[in-house]
């Protein structure tokens, strides 16, 4: 959401809009690996999220950019699918929006609580693109962590476990290998 951000990844922005998400099932948690945000729909969910909104849509920034530049940003968004979400921008067009949204195999099992510097890269996006005040009211109430040290709640996703199984195949082949010369 964080247009300085998109800017140091060499994406040309278009146009940028605020709006909002207009399925009221969908919501932003803090379950993408490493204690990002994702989107996921109230059905979906183990439990109820951390962190309400006070209105209960999901408010951000509806950005316009090449093709070549969103396949550009796809590329760096590590972890994330490609979802289409139907949003209203604040002066009430519809739009359908690309929107990434994690991957279950990066997808951590519970909520956690952001790190302060992520969110804060969040709460700045708001301010630069004039989201409801409200909104960044909500945002400035969420509860954040020191960004180094975080626990094992914030890896704990299918993928580490892929990788830890990967090794051990790996390792398994390569003592194969070594007993039969």
């Known amino acids: 959401m964080n247009f300085l951000t998109l800017a140091r990844r060499e994406i040309r922005v278009l146009s940028r809009d605020p709006a909002t998400v207009v399925d009221p099932a969908v919501r932003l948690v803090f379950k993408h690996q490493g204690g990002y945000a ?3 729909r ?10 309400r909104p006070y209105d209960g849509h999901v408010h ?7 093709r070549a530049d969103f396949e550009k940003l796809s590329k760096r968004e590590g972890g994330y699918l ?3 979400l139907q949003v209203r921008t604040y002066d009430g067009a519809a739009h359908t929006a690309l ?3 994690s991957n279950p195999l990066f997808k951590l ?5 952001p790190t302060e510097a992520y969110l804060a890269k969040v709460r700045d996006g708001a301010a630069d693109n004039y989201l409801d005040p409200g909104y960044q009211a909500f945002l400035s109430g969420i509860t954040t962590v020191p960004s180094a040290g975080l626990g094992s709640e914030y890896f704990n996703t299918p ?8 090794l051990v195949v790996v390792g398994l082949i390569t003592l194969a290998f070594f007993f039969q010369h």
């Open 42 to 51: 109230a059905e979906e969910a183990q439990e109820e999220p951390r962190f």
């Open 159 to 166: 993928s580490k476990y892929m990788g830890y199984s990967f």
């Open 82 to 84: 490609v979802q289409e």
């Open 38 to 40: 994702t989107l996921e």
């Open 109 to 113: 099992p519970q909520e956690v609580c």
């Open 99 to 101: 929107a990434f949204v």
């Open 60 to 66: 951000g920034v509806l950005y316009r950019v090449t």
